[in-house]
């Protein structure tokens, strides 16, 4: 938690082409860069590595971009993978359109980024790939984001624990409700509450899963039933106003972000999907819940009392200054 926005290092700023291994680039959302990208500019720029170009990828830029944080997923990586290009690629509208996946390895101990460069080569996907690998972990509060150069953007979390099919789901119901270019779908789980694959988690997982989402409406945020599911689509332009109004890079950065929309009066639509548990799990119940519930406390007052502000979106339009 901190009181300036959340700010990129050096390392955010680059990735790793998974065939050829060099490392180019990302162009800015909105920025000068990525305006030259799509003109089809290469502008050369030189790192901090003793001088090793890292340069501009050209490119024509595409429909959808789908941005996952891991941090020591080389186990359950593969299979994350593997579902979401399998599934792009073998969609002609997706291939149409285009379509770019983005690994952010966030301070991995273990082979995150090299599990991912080699999932996209043998997949034969090494073009649509970019590993990002940040020097020290940081949480995944939003890192990758805004280097998504698709018109819509998904967050999905590495575990590969939501159906990635039902993403065509969320780009169906985003492009219905979004306004002006703004618009954010959220990834559910609110009607599996009596199925089984949540009955038959334990009693302590059930019981903080209730008392959360309890605290949550006793903090004013009722809309959205599932606030945490890890598969949330944006439209470019909200990724454009929310992520650099964030703070928080935790595992309650969801909230913040639904806050953030809410209150830059964005259409939010929650959208069921298909999901199950996966093991190896990385969340401590009892230490990360509590957690959770002093850093909800802590995100409501820093914005009541002003610490926090909310810059204007491109409309102009905002709840809270």
Same mark, same amino acid.
């Given at each position: 938690?901190?009181?300036?926005?959340?700010?990129?290092?050096?390392?955010?700023?680059?990735?790793?082409?998974?065939?050829?291994?060099?490392?180019?680039?990302?162009?800015?959302?909105?920025?000068?860069?990525?305006?030259?990208?799509?003109?089809?500019?290469?502008?050369?720029?030189?790192?901090?590595?003793?001088?090793?170009?890292?340069?501009?990828?050209?490119?024509?830029?595409?429909?959808?971009?789908?941005?996952?944080?891991?941090?020591?997923?080389?186990?359950?990586?593969?299979?994350?993978?593997?579902?979401?290009?399998?599934?792009?690629?073998?969609?002609?509208?997706?291939?149409?359109? +285009? @379509?770019?996946?983005? =690994?952010?390895?966030?301070?991995?101990?273990?082979?995150? $980024?090299? *599990?991912?460069? #080699?999932?996209?080569?043998?997949?034969?996907?090494?073009?649509?790939?970019?590993?990002?690998?940040?020097?020290?972990?940081?949480?995944?509060?939003?890192?990758?984001?805004?280097?998504?150069?698709?018109?819509?953007?998904?967050?999905?979390?590495?575990?590969?624990?939501?159906?990635?099919?039902?993403?065509?789901?969320?780009?169906?119901?985003?492009?219905?409700?979004?306004?002006? +270019? @703004?618009?954010?779908? =959220?990834?559910?789980?609110?009607?599996?509450?009596?199925? $089984?694959? *949540?009955?038959? #988690?334990?009693?302590?997982?059930?019981?903080?899963?209730?008392?959360?989402?309890?605290?949550?409406?006793?903090?004013?945020?009722?809309?959205?039933?599932?606030?945490?599911?890890?598969?949330?689509?944006?439209?470019?332009?909200?990724?454009?106003?929310?992520?650099?109004?964030?703070?928080?890079?935790?595992?309650?950065?969801?909230?913040?972000?639904?806050?953030?929309?809410?209150?830059?009066?964005?259409?939010? =639509?929650?959208?069921?999907?298909?999901?199950?548990?996966?093991?190896?799990?990385?969340?401590?119940?009892?230490?990360?819940?509590i957690k959770m519930a002093i850093d909800l406390i802590t995100i409501r007052f820093y914005y009541a009392i002003g610490l926090w502000h909310i810059k204007k979106n491109s409309t102009g339009k905002t709840k809270k200054e």
């Amino acid at each position: 938690m901190r009181p300036q926005v959340r700010e990129r290092t050096e390392s955010e700023r680059y990735y790793q082409h998974p065939l050829s291994g060099e490392v180019l680039a990302f162009p800015e959302i909105g920025g000068e860069e990525e305006e030259d990208e799509a003109r089809g500019a290469d502008r050369g720029k030189t790192g901090k590595d003793g001088g090793k170009q890292k340069r501009k990828e050209k490119g024509k830029r595409p429909r959808l971009s789908v941005v996952v944080p891991a941090f020591n997923e080389a186990a359950r990586l593969p299979a994350m993978l593997t579902e979401a290009l399998g599934h792009l690629a073998a969609s002609p509208s997706h291939v149409a359109a +285009g @379509f770019e996946l983005i =690994v952010v390895d966030d301070g991995s101990r273990d082979d995150t $980024a090299g *599990v991912a460069r #080699r999932v996209a080569c043998d997949l034969r996907c090494h073009d649509h790939v970019r590993v990002m690998v940040l020097e020290r972990n940081r949480g995944k509060g939003g890192a990758g984001m805004l280097v998504a150069r698709g018109d819509l953007i998904l967050f999905a979390d590495a575990d590969g624990a939501t159906k990635f099919a039902d993403i065509d789901k969320l780009v169906a119901e985003l492009e219905t409700v979004s306004v002006n +270019g @703004f618009g954010v779908a =959220v990834g559910s789980r609110a009607h599996m509450v009596k199925s $089984a694959a *949540v009955v038959k #988690r334990s009693f302590i997982r059930n019981f903080l899963m209730y008392a959360f989402h309890t605290f949550l409406l006793l903090l004013g945020i009722s809309k959205i039933k599932d606030t945490q599911c890890g598969f949330k689509m944006f439209t470019r332009d909200s990724v454009r106003s929310i992520f650099p109004n964030m703070h928080v890079e935790g595992w309650i950065f969801d909230i913040e972000i639904l806050l953030l929309a809410t209150w830059l009066n964005m259409p939010i =639509v929650e959208v069921p999907v298909t999901w199950s548990e996966i093991d190896g799990s990385k969340v401590d119940l009892i230490k990360d819940s509590i957690k959770m519930a002093i850093d909800l406390i802590t995100i409501r007052f820093y914005y009541a009392i002003g610490l926090w502000h909310i810059k204007k979106n491109s409309t102009g339009k905002t709840k809270k200054e």
